[in-house]
């Protein structure tokens, strides 16, 4: 009788659901990947790392297609970017998806020397289109991006940087809306005439970050 009683309790308690355990794999979409967050998701996103800091919030414009805004600063440069993103979806099969995406918006240099010795205050403008695709595993979200860079500085007698960066990010689910994960980052930056970074030309992009991702609805 008292084992019978202890293995109906137990099969009871296995049937409740638990709030706190790990969910079994990824619920919603990352915004580092390609797969859009659907009609009427909101979410916000942070990275930390070397060599940047990141905050970014992205909502459902339709079931294909995403709208936001990114705020960035790279603590290594003193470089910043603030304004619009936007994902598009182009193509889907099954759980991977690729997306065009793009940011723009204000472009700032603080011309801190502390790690690059020839870098130099401005203020611009920067264009970035990217590509990227994710793809849905049982535990985690594997995404990938190459993205372009264009920058128009205005100090001094005006300015022109062109760049391209590849990374590669894992990201899966913690607890309830939270996705934590990491992406590395590589590419390079060519900078002319008065931009920042023109005497050192071309540069190495590197990135590695800490990701965490929450999803507000």
Known sequence: MLVAALLASALAAASLPDSTAIPTG???????????????????????????????????????????AM?????????AFLGPTFRYLTWRFGETFVSWRARA???????????AAD???ALGVQIAPGLAA???????????ALDGRF????????????????????ETPLWGDLLAGARLGLGGLWSFNDAPFAND?????????????????
């Open 151 to 170: 920058d128009v500085t205005f100090a001094r007698g005006g300015g022109q940087a062109l760049g391209v960066k590849g990374s590669l990010a894992l």
């Open 26 to 68: 990824p619920r919603f979409a990352s915004l580092q990947g390609g797969e859009p967050l659907g009609a009427g998701g909101a979410q916000a996103a942070f990275s930390a790392g070397f060599s940047t800091l990141s905050a970014e919030y992205a909502q459902a414009a339709s079931d294909g297609s995403d709208l936001g």
């Open 105 to 115: 918006g204000l472009y700032a240099d603080g011309g801190a020397t502390w790690a």
């Open 201 to 217: 030309s071309p540069r190495a992009l590197v990135e590695l970050e800490g990701l965490l991702t929450y999803r507000l609805f």
């Open 134 to 144: 994710s793809r849905r595993l049982s535990r985690v979200i594997v995404s990938a």
């Open 119 to 121: 870098n130099r205050a």
């Open 71 to 79: 705020a960035e600063v790279d603590w290594l440069t003193t470089e």
